[in-house]
Every structure is written in structure tokens, then in C-alpha cells.
């Protein structure tokens, strides 16, 4: 008798399909009871084939039907799980997106699509839309009506909305650095990884919501992807003031311009992703602070390089053949070539150095302003300085640059990623403050100069860069503290009353000695 090859239920092994990605089919309501039920109808029934989707339907407070018409065409029937809800106050257009899109991240879907209630996009370009995000080519699609020549306007766009989009997009896309061929499509599908990084929610509740989406999307290094989608415009009621939107578009995308060249800030457009070196980047390659210190220490001297950072300054000093000691709260990727490296927190106070070693230069560069009590600091310094014999290099912001005297004269005081105004500054100097704090302490100055803005940061290292960078120090020689981006003093220490009352001493000795002599 032949063995049978049927296996026991003990035998099969229990194996779990993989679960599908959850998808959430967002509908953005308002005013939508004549189209609200033919959008819900024509979703693809097969993208339950690949995902597990649910719909959401926000009603944002509609005085007409859309709520009771979305009801019913759930209660026919349909191939998706559907949740509506009403905003029992109008949020507006950028509104009801951020609750959608939390409900998405709470709710832990994989993808979100944004569909508009009023029949405008194709809810059967849904699973090309979705299909990218699944593939993980992108954290963002966007369904484009500009990718096609021509078929916006046999769509039925209007002239004038067609030759804003393609001005406003092709301004946008100047500004921002990008080269989308279209700003101002509604239709979006989103990873809701990519979403939960953003701060969406302090975006406006207006229509500009989805440029300044698209501008923390690319601040955040997130990748977009478009496709092209048909056009339909149907009898909707257009309730965008295309002037003001063009306002709005174009002031965001401005906004966050400035703030990458750090002259603007607002907690909307903070959502880059800092690299190793790139918020305190080396500035050899240009006139700075940087290359000016190296220039100004000579070769084969003794350097103590206090808030040594990534250590950019004193790599480049032990090339010149310096012996370099370094101090920070930790190593920066350059300081290996140090001959010594001291952990400490300036912060805490100047820790203690070998009271025989003997420095020719005392760097502090861009160090004060982040300290708490600076005078505390220079006070230590100016005994660290007395006791080696060291000269020091001192440079910190010049907060009475020209752009910061135009800003708040404007009213605004603004903070940012990097710049004079940077968010861990506590203290800020001009000129003037600068010398009386170092005098203070008992320091001489020996020389003080303006150094120009670190251009190549903002425009990059081209013509254009390098010919304000000429301008901008020509400006420097004439009026340091009005056009100096950041403040360069040169000092040594003043020997104190311990000092001068010891010579003294000293002195009568020998000159009694001498007397008597004689």
C-alpha cells in the first residue's frame, strides 16, 4: 500500500502572509454634496489587491450636504473601510490636512493619498501615485498636470490659473533650488515616515499649505518624485483669491531662502537634518576668520586653540609645522592631528594647563557668545595668557551689522541655524563691547578688524560670490562695525597688580643696591 503524502495538521507549517501596507485614502471635503459620492466611487477597488486601505473623509464644516451624501454612499456599499468626520469649525484647506495627516501618523498607516472631494484629480491614478512610495523610490509623489505640453489647457484649465502655475512654479523653483514642474497640484500621495519628521502643524491653515509642505520636505533631504495626472476642471467653485495666494506662495518661499542663508528664521522651515561639520563648516577656502588666524600665526610657533570645534583651524596650523594643543567637550573629526587634545566645557571655566607650558598663541574663536558668563572667561583667560606669554586671537559676531541694524529697525530680531544670530548664542557683541570686555578684563589690544560675511555659504564659491566678497570687504575697510560680519581682535595680557607690585619691589632693590653702590 502506498504511503500517503498528506501531512498531519501537527505537519503544515503555520505560515503568516505578509501584511499588506496600510494605506489611507485622505478626502479634503468642503461643499462637495453633488461630487462626494461619484470620488468615493470611482477609487480603484484593486488597490485592496495590494494595500490595506481605509478612507477618511473630513468634512470641514459645510453648511450643505457632503457629510449625509458621504454617509450614504458608505452605506451602499463600498470596497473600503470609510471614517468621516466634521469639523464642527472650518480649519480651512491647510487645516483639515495637518488633522488628516495626524490621524494617519496616530493611527499608524504607511502612506497617505490626498484627494479632493470635489471630483478635480483621478482617483483611479491612485495606484500609479502609490506605487513609487511602495517601491521606496520616494517619500513624496506628486500627481503633475505641467509634465505633458498641453494637456492642462485641454483639460480645461483656464488661461490665466495656467500661466500662474507655470510662473509661480518656475519663481518657486528659482528661489528654492528645485526643479519641480508643478508647485500647486492638490493630489499628493505621502510616506507617513517622511510626514512625521515635519512640523507640519505650525504650517498655515491656508492654501499655501501644500508649498510649505513641499519646502520642509526638501529642507529634510526628502525625496520627491512626480507623475503626470489628467486635468479636469469641472463647475467646482474656486475658492482660492489667486492674487493673495501668489502673495503667500511666493513670501513662504522667500522665507525659507533667507533662512538657509540664515538672515530669516522660523521654527516652520527648521526641519534640516544637521551633518557632521556643516552647521560650524571650515572657511579656509576663502577670507574668514579661518584663514585669516592661519595666516596671522607663524610657522613652528606654540598654539592653544580653545573651542576647537572640528578642528578645521588647527589642522591647517600644524601643516605650517605649529605644535597645537586642543580643547573642547569633544574631538572634532580634524583634531587628530593635534599634539594634545583637553575634554572640557568652556562653559565650566578654562581647565587647568601645565603651569610650565608655554603657548605664543591663544585661539578663541567663535567661543564667547556661546558662553554663559563670559567675563568670568575672559578673567581666567587673561591669567591663562599672563602666566604663558601668549598672544591672543579672539573672534566672535558682530551683532551691529549692517543687516542686524536694518532688522530691527524693521522690528525683527531673528535667530537661526548659523549666523550672528545663532540659536545657542547667549551673549552678543559689537565692536565697541567687544574692546571694553577684553579691557576690562586687563587685556591690551593690539589690533581689531571686521571680516566679511562668509558668502560662499549662500551663493556658493562662484563669480557672483566672490565679487560681493570684494565689495563687502571693501565696505569692511571703510567702516568695520558697520559692515564687519564678524569681529577679529588681537590682544595680550596686561600684568597684574600681583605682577607689577613684585617688579616694583624688584626695582627698589636694585636701584637701593645701585644707590648705595655709588
Not at 498531519?8 to 459620492?37: D, G
Not at 509661480?168 to 528654492?176: A, D, E, H, K, P
Request: proline content about 5%; some cysteine; overall charge neutral.
Amino acid at each position: 500500500m502506498a504511503a500517503s503524502l498528506q501531512a498531519s495538521p501537527q505537519q503544515i507549517p503555520n505560515v503568516t502572509a505578509p501584511a499588506k501596507p496600510r494605506l489611507l485614502i485622505f478626502i479634503v471635503a468642503y461643499h462637495a454634496e453633488t461630487t462626494i459620492r461619484q470620488v468615493l466611487r470611482r477609487i480603484p477597488a484593486r488597490l485592496g489587491d495590494e494595500y490595506d486601505v481605509e478612507v477618511l473623509i473630513i468634512d470641514d464644516g459645510s453648511s450643505d450636504q457632503t457629510f449625509r451624501e458621504s454617509a450614504k454612499a458608505d452605506a451602499e456599499g463600498l470596497p473600503f473601510k470609510v471614517t468621516i468626520l466634521f469639523n464642527p469649525v472650518n480649519q480651512g484647506y491647510g487645516g483639515n490636512q495637518k488633522i488628516g495627516y495626524h490621524y494617519a501618523i496616530s493611527f499608524g498607516f504607511d502612506f497617505v493619498a490626498l484627494l479632493h472631494g470635489d471630483g478635480q484629480y483621478a482617483p483611479e491614478m491612485l495606484p500609479e501615485l502609490v506605487r513609487p512610495l511602495r517601491e521606496g523610490q520616494a517619500d513624496a509623489v506628486f500627481g503633475s498636470r505641467m509634465m505633458k505640453a498641453g494637456e492642462a489647457r485641454r483639460g480645461g484649465m483656464p488661461l490665466y490659473k495656467y500661466a500662474g502655475n507655470v510662473i509661480l512654479s518656475m519663481l518657486q523653483n528659482r528661489i528654492l533650488g528645485m526643479t519641480l514642474s508643478e508647485f500647486h497640484s492638490g493630489y499628493r500621495v505621502y510616506a507617513v515616515k517622511a510626514l512625521s519628521v515635519l512640523p507640519f502643524e505650525r504650517n498655515t491653515n491656508d492654501f499655501h499649505f501644500d508649498t510649505e509642505i513641499i519646502i520642509q520636505l526638501n529642507l529634510a533631504g526628502k525625496r520627491i518624485a512626480e507623475i503626470p495626472i489628467p486635468t479636469y476642471y469641472g463647475d467646482e467653485i474656486c475658492r482660492v483669491n489667486g492674487l493673495r495666494y501668489a502673495r503667500d506662495v511666493i513670501k513662504a518661499s522667500v522665507q525659507a531662502r533667507l533662512q538657509s542663508a540664515q538672515v530669516f528664521y522660523d521654527r516652520r522651515f527648521d526641519c534640516r537634518v544637521d551633518v557632521e561639520g556643516e552647521r560650524y563648516p571650515s572657511k579656509l577656502e576663502f577670507d574668514s576668520t579661518h584663514s585669516r588666524v592661519v595666516g596671522l600665526v607663524p610657522a613652528a610657533t606654540r598654539v592653544l586653540d580653545l573651542g576647537s570645534g572640528l578642528g578645521v583651524v588647527g589642522a591647517a596650523l600644524k601643516e605650517k609645522g605649529c605644535h597645537v594643543v586642543g580643547c573642547d567637550m569633544e574631538r572634532g573629526p580634524f583634531t587628530a592631528s593635534y599634539d594634545k587634545f583637553v575634554t572640557a566645557d568652556l562653559d565650566q571655566g578654562i581647565p587647568a594647563f601645565d603651569e610650565h607650558e608655554r603657548y605664543d598663541y591663544i585661539l578663541c574663536l567663535d567661543v564667547i557668545e556661546h558662553l554663559g558668563r563670559p567675563e568670568d572667561f575672559l578673567d581666567q583667560l587673561r591669567e591663562l595668557t599672563a602666566r604663558t606669554g601668549a598672544q591672543v586671537i579672539l573672534t566672535t559676531a558682530n551683532i551691529g551689522f549692517a543687516p542686524m541694524r536694518l532688522s530691527l529697525l524693521l522690528g525683527r530680531f531673528e535667530y537661526g541655524k548659523r549666523g550672528i544670530l545663532d540659536l545657542t548664542h547667549t551673549r552678543l557683541f559689537t565692536f565697541a563691547t567687544m574692546r571694553r570686555a577684553m579691557r576690562s578684563a586687563g587685556f591690551e589690544l593690539l589690533a581689531s578688524e571686521g571680516v566679511v560675511v562668509p558668502l560662499p555659504f549662500i551663493f556658493g564659491d562662484n563669480a557672483l560670490s566672490r565679487a560681493l566678497l570684494r565689495l563687502n570687504g571693501l565696505l569692511v575697510r571703510i567702516w568695520p562695525s558697520m559692515f564687519g560680519f564678524q569681529i577679529l581682535l588681537r590682544a595680550k595680557a596686561r600684568p597684574n597688580l600681583e605682577t607689577l607690585l613684585s617688579q616694583a619691589q624688584q626695582a627698589a632693590v636694585a636701584k637701593g643696591a645701585g644707590d648705595r653702590a655709588a
